[in-house]
């Protein structure tokens, strides 16, 4: 009660300050700023960052509506943020990101996220795109873009993120937008490489112990970009599946597909393509609260391989539009029992009544419990209102960040919780990639470890004050309690056969190993894998939406193609 007096006192005093500002809003987010960039690239374009703005709110921190730390409390923006738990030792936490320069942001903590030691990893020789992901073993894997855009490298740390060792090569050419996983025994990477995925994989037999790479799989017809790769249950460290959409250009509709690799590490390759799910969210579709960088349906997976009710569910979740360019977007999930074959309809994870945008979304598994848990930005709370609902006087383009969970294989979705604590708005962070064009989740004995890029400056810790450059910040989301609110949607359900298909390139080789300091362990949580077929999935009953008016959209001018980032 005292925040929102507080906030709606601030509202009155801000009304004196926004109408000049407003304008100003409008004009640096006009159409013409858009940038036009060919097919089947977008992570690893960078533009520069735009100037500072004045902003609509006074410079003052404002309350803090939930109980966030600030992780990274940096100078400069942090955003495109993946943060890890170590499952070996779950008080030890690993935050990564692009920021400033051309390296990795890094941050660590070995108390449960109450302090954090921060620096940056690759540093000088990283361009962007760091995604991470830890194993049983207690190996961190980074996969990122090299600073000259024509690598994908691997980093290792057997530290607790600590440190990291050299990088090892997985790819080279026109590349874009990496993405790692692990299985029981496997790391896998997959890329875009000239407009088409590839991947490869790894054994990996212990803590430090792992390679050589297998050669670089082609998979069939994969023209896309701006998927992710997922590691389920099976011999030779497991069976992998990867997403993507297509087309990568324009602001949709688009087609999310996949394809299975059954065997894994074994001989056989990624079998024909599987379309998965429509959406009307294009590769760069502008809504307001990204109307500089744009947004793509970031379609994410896990496989689960915990042996628990749903063991070898596919969980697929993405970003659709519910009439083309109304800005109204919607996080999505859909689910496969079958390795990916046949798929149910989309079920809604964002359970707000409003028309405003959600977007990148990016889904964890908790392997203990086999809970399957989403995070994505916000703007249902976006009315206009300066204070209590934004950060100027426009509606829906000030976002929050907010997370569910669903422990019925995804039928149904805890009730949404603002992660945040107040709104964020990109434009004021002045930031090339406004949010970025991803958040990297993890799951972990019953809690979402959820960060975020952020400058509501709630606490006053942002060094550079308050709705300017973003820092990341943290707080996690309890993976249990609330009564589930089914919001499944209709929809016709795509089937299709997988046929294994792969053809090779040179392999290079990689052995890595990482300078060692004290982390605190703690007896590893072992994780089943077997590979019984779960029953149906029970359906929900659906909620109806009223149906939203479509907003007005302009056309953007064509722009030369920015150069990456140097």
């Given at each position: 009660m005292t925040t929102r007096l507080h906030l709606t006192t601030l509202?009155?005093?801000?009304?004196?300050?926004?109408?000049?500002?407003?304008?100003?809003?409008?004009?640096?987010?006009?159409?013409?700023?858009?940038?036009?960039?060919?097919?089947?690239?977008?992570?690893?374009?960078?533009?520069?960052?735009r100037a500072p703005r004045p902003t609509d709110l006074l410079l003052v921190p404002l309350a803090c509506l939930e109980p966030v730390v600030n992780v990274s409390a940096t100078t400069g923006n942090q955003a495109e943020s993946f943060v890890n738990?170590?499952?070996?030792?779950?008080?030890?936490?690993?935050?990564?990101?692009?920021?400033?320069?051309?390296?990795?942001?890094?941050?660590?903590?070995?108390?449960?996220g109450a302090t954090w030691t921060r620096g940056t990893i690759a540093t000088n020789v990283a361009c962007c795109d760091g995604q991470a992901a830890w194993d049983s073993?207690?190996?961190?894997?980074?996969?990122?873009?090299?600073?000259?855009?024509?690598?994908?490298?691997?980093?290792?740390?057997?530290?607790?993120?600590?440190?990291?060792?050299?990088?090892?090569?997985?790819?080279?050419?026109?590349?874009?937008?990496?993405?790692?996983?692990?299985?029981?025994?496997?790391?896998?990477?997959?890329?875009?490489?000239?407009?088409?995925?590839?991947a490869r994989g790894a054994p990996v037999t212990g803590l430090g112990a792992w390679?050589?790479?297998?050669?670089?799989?082609?998979?069939?017809?994969?023209?896309?970009?701006?998927?992710?790769?997922?590691?389920?249950?099976?011999?030779n460290g497991g069976k992998v599946i990867v997403t993507y959409q297509s087309p990568t250009g324009g602001q949709g509709p688009a087609t999310i597909y996949a394809n299975v690799d059954a065997d894994g590490l074994g001989a056989g390759g990624f079998g024909s393509r599987i379309t998965v799910s429509s959406t009307n969210v294009g590769g760069f579709d502008f809504i307001p609260a990204q109307n500089g960088r744009s947004i793509d349906a970031e379609a994410g997976l896990v496989w689960d391989a915990t042996g628990g009710p749903f063991n070898n569910r596919i969980y697929l979740v993405y970003t659709d539009e519910t009439v083309n360019e109304n800005n109204d977007t919607d996080i999505e999930m859909r689910t496969s029992t079958d390795d990916g074959a046949t798929w149910t309809a989309p079920v809604r994870v964002n359970d707000d009544a409003t028309t405003n945008s959600q977007f990148l979304p990016y889904v964890a598994l908790d392997p203990t419990t086999g809970t399957v848990a989403v995070g994505f930005h916000?703007?249902?709370?976006?009315n206009g209102v300066p204070g209590p609902g934004g950060t100027n006087?426009?509606?829906?383009?000030?976002?929050?960040?907010?997370?569910?969970?669903?422990?019925?294989?995804?039928?149904?979705?805890?009730?949404?919780?603002?992660?945040?604590?107040?709104?964020?708005?990109?434009?004021?962070?002045?930031?090339?990639?406004?949010?970025?064009?991803?958040?990297?989740?993890?799951?972990?004995a019953g809690k979402l470890y959820a960060m975020w890029a952020d400058n509501a400056n709630c606490d006053g810790t942002n060094p550079n004050g308050t709705l300017h450059q973003f820092d990341l910040y943290a707080n996690p989301l309890i993976l249990t309690g609330g009564t589930p609110s089914p919001t499944p949607t209709a929809s016709t359900t795509p089937t299709a056969t997988a046929t294994a298909t792969a053809t090779a390139t040179a392999t290079p080789t990689a052995t890595v190993t990482a300078t060692a300091t004290a982390t605190p362990t703690a007896t590893p949580t072992p994780t089943a894998t077997a590979t019984a077929t779960p029953t149906a999935t029970p359906?929900?009953?659906?909620?109806?939406?009223?149906?939203?008016?479509?907003?007005?959209?302009?056309?953007?001018?064509p722009r030369p193609t920015p150069p990456p980032r140097p």
């Open positions: 509202a009155a005093v801000f009304a004196l300050f926004t109408p000049a500002t407003s304008i100003l809003h409008a004009q640096v987010h006009r159409a013409t700023d858009r940038m036009d960039v060919p097919d089947g690239t977008r992570k690893c374009i960078f533009p520069q960052e738990v170590n499952p070996t030792n779950p008080n030890n936490l690993v935050a990564t990101s692009n920021t400033n320069s051309n390296s990795i942001f890094r941050a660590y903590s070995t108390d449960a073993f207690g190996n961190l894997f980074l996969v990122y873009i090299n600073a000259s855009v024509n690598q994908i490298n691997v980093i290792l740390s057997t530290d607790g993120g600590a440190t990291f060792g050299a990088p090892v090569t997985a790819g080279t050419g026109s590349v874009d937008q990496p993405s790692i996983a692990v299985g029981n025994g496997s790391v896998w990477v997959d890329w875009n490489s000239s407009g088409s995925m590839v390679g050589p790479f297998n050669a670089q799989q082609t998979i069939p017809s994969a023209s896309g970009s701006f998927g992710g790769i997922a590691v389920g249950p099976g011999p916000d703007c249902r709370n976006d006087t426009i509606p829906n383009d000030d976002a929050e960040y907010y997370g569910t969970f669903s422990t019925d294989g995804g039928a149904t979705w805890a009730p949404n919780r603002r992660l945040s604590g107040g709104f964020s708005n990109a434009a004021d962070a002045a930031n090339g990639i406004d949010f970025g064009d991803y958040v990297g989740l993890s799951a972990f359906t929900a009953t659906a909620t109806p939406r009223p149906t939203p008016t479509p907003r007005p959209h302009t056309t953007p001018r």
